[in-house]
């Protein structure tokens, strides 16, 4: 599985920002979930959201929870994360990986495949 991450910039606190993870699967399976994470300067990486690419279930940390989707567009294999209200603990390298991990979770352990990172820096 191929991943990219994109979508990061500069925000203000209380906006909000849309990131887009391509991927590409090349055995066609879409058994598999794809998560969102992101790492802040000093601190663990940790799980924000993720999707079941074949039935979209959804789960979300709870750092976000009420402020995030996740979603995808199937026909463009790209996966969606929109966060709502940033606030400065928002900022990050966010990174998108794939798991075959069943039940879907947001630890990032589970996950096996990697795309590069988008910076994310909220603005207060």
């Known amino acids: 599985v191929q991943l990219q991450a994109c979508g990061g910039g500069l925000v203000q606190a209380g906006g909000s920002l849309r990131l887009s993870c391509t991927f590409r699967n090349d055995d066609g399976s879409s058994t598999y979930t794809v998560g969102w994470f992101r790492r802040a300067p000093g601190k663990e990486r940790e799980g924000v959201a993720c999707i079941g690419i074949r039935d979209s279930g959804t789960l979300y940390a709870s750092s976000v929870k009420g402020r995030a989707t996740i979603s995808q567009d199937s026909a463009k294999k790209t996966v969606y994360l929109q966060i709502d209200s940033l606030k400065a603990e928002d900022t990050a390298w966010y990174y998108c990986?794939?798991?075959?991990?069943?039940?879907?979770?947001?630890?990032?352990?589970?996950?096996?495949?990697w795309g590069q990172g988008t910076q994310v820096t909220v603005s207060s």
């Open positions: 990986a794939a798991s075959w991990y069943r039940p879907i979770t947001v630890t990032p352990a589970a996950y096996d495949y």
